[in-house]
Structures are given as C-alpha cells and as structure tokens.
C-alpha cells in the first residue's frame, strides 16, 4: 500500500500524549508552514495560527477543554483561528500583496478584488464567520496529514470552550477567534486508543463513481 496511505493508517486521534517527548524546532516549523501553505477560498487567508507551548497556560486549557488533558500533554497545542473579521481593506491588503509578489498592477487586479468584494458582501455576518471557519477547517486536514507523514501525533479538537479560549489566550486583541484546536506530540506508549479498529464506511459506501 502507498506510503501516504499506511501514515494514515497509523495516525488516530492521540487521547495520551507522552508529555516527555517534545516536537524538535525543525519539526516544529516544518508543521508551521504546512499550515501556512493550506489553500483558502480566492486566497484570502482569514486566518491565524497559534502555537501554545507554555506548560502554566497549557494547564489552564484543561478546564475549558472538557477536561481532556491531552491539550496540556502534548508537545504543543496549536489553535487554528479565523480573523475576527474580513473587510474590503483586508481584501486590499491582500491584493496589494498578491501584486507585490507577483510584479503586477494593483489597478490590473481591480476586477478581481471587486468579485472578492461583491462575494464576501453577500453573507451576513453569521455565513461570513463560518465561511472563515470552513478555511479553518481545510488547515487543520493539512496539519493532521502532514502530521502523520512526520509520524507526528495530533489530535483535532472541537471540544473546547470558544471564548475562553480567546480570553485566556488574548484572541480578541489579536484580531482572532478561536475555532478548532490540535495538540500535536507523540503518543503515550500506554495510550489505547492507538490500537483501536480504524471505523470507517467502506469504500463502495462513501465514493459514487459517475
Ligand atoms: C473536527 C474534529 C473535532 C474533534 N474533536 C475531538 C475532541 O474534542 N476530542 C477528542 O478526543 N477527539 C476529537 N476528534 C477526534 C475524532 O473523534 C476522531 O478523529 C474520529 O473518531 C476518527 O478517529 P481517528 O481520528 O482516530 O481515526 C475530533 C475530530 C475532528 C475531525
């Protein structure tokens, strides 16, 4: 079976970290620009990624995390955000930088940046944060994946508490919110879950081919 496939295999949702076993630097930045790289709906990138590695803050997700302590275990826990909001001057920012880097015109790309604009007026505020957390959504596959082809553990976590999140972690101030968690680490040699049957549909049940 293809490599890519057997890392899948091997990935599960890691319950106990083993809190001895640290991500290295270079791992660490490897993980930060698979997150960077995550494609997003017209590029936007309405989002910011937060890596908590402090132990006394970490301690302090554990109650606003359902209890479950592998947020404070891991290596890491990253807090995959979405802007507090996208507006037409943030769509600027964007094509300014798309421009930039691509040796254009920004006037070449009004055309552009004016579909962006006409399509983020069209949501109320509410489809407009969960089309931001949709883009979340599509990083935290990318980290996960890329995760496990590092033979890096992670466990994606939407059992948490939103907005304490925010204020333990000074998203607001930031311009962030919170959506999704993800400690990252290596799993406890004691830790059940790793042996678990994988529970998936087959394939002929989930794939319609046409
Ligand atoms: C968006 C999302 C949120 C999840 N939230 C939690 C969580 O809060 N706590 C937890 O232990 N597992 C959580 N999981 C893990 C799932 O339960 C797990 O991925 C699923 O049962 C499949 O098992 P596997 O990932 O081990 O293959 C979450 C998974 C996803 C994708």
Redesign the pocket.
């Known amino acids: 079976m293809a490599q890519i496939i057997d890392d899948l295999n091997w990935?599960?949702?890691?319950?106990t970290f083993d809190p001895e076993k640290k991500v290295s630097k270079e791992d660490l930045e490897i993980l930060l620009e698979a997150l960077r790289l995550t494609p997003s709906s017209f590029g936007l990138q309405p989002w910011g990624f937060v890596v908590v590695e402090t132990q006394e803050i970490l301690d302090q997700l554990v109650p606003v995390?359902?209890n479950?302590q592998?947020v404070a275990q891991a290596s890491q826990t990253f807090v995959l955000c979405r802007k507090e909001s996208v507006d037409e001057a943030y769509v600027d920012s964007y094509i300014a930088d798309l421009c930039q880097k691509r040796g254009m015109k920004v006037e070449d790309m009004s055309g552009f940046s004016q579909v962006i604009k006409n399509f983020l007026s069209k949501y109320s505020e509410e489809s407009l944060i969960n089309w931001m957390s949709d883009q979340i959504?599509i990083a935290?596959?990318q980290l996960?994946t890329v995760a496990a082809t590092m033979k890096i553990d992670a466990?994606?976590?939407?059992?948490?508490d939103s907005d304490a999140y925010d204020k333990i972690l000074g998203l607001k101030e930031k311009g962030l919110r919170s959506v999704?968690?993800c400690p990252v680490g290596y799993r406890a040699s004691d830790d059940k879950?790793a042996t678990?049957t994988?529970?998936?549909w087959e394939l002929d049940d989930v794939v319609v081919r046409i």
């Open positions: 990935r599960y949702a890691t319950k995390s359902w479950q592998q959504y935290l596959g996960i466990c994606p976590m939407e059992g948490f999704v968690v879950y678990l994988k529970i998936r």
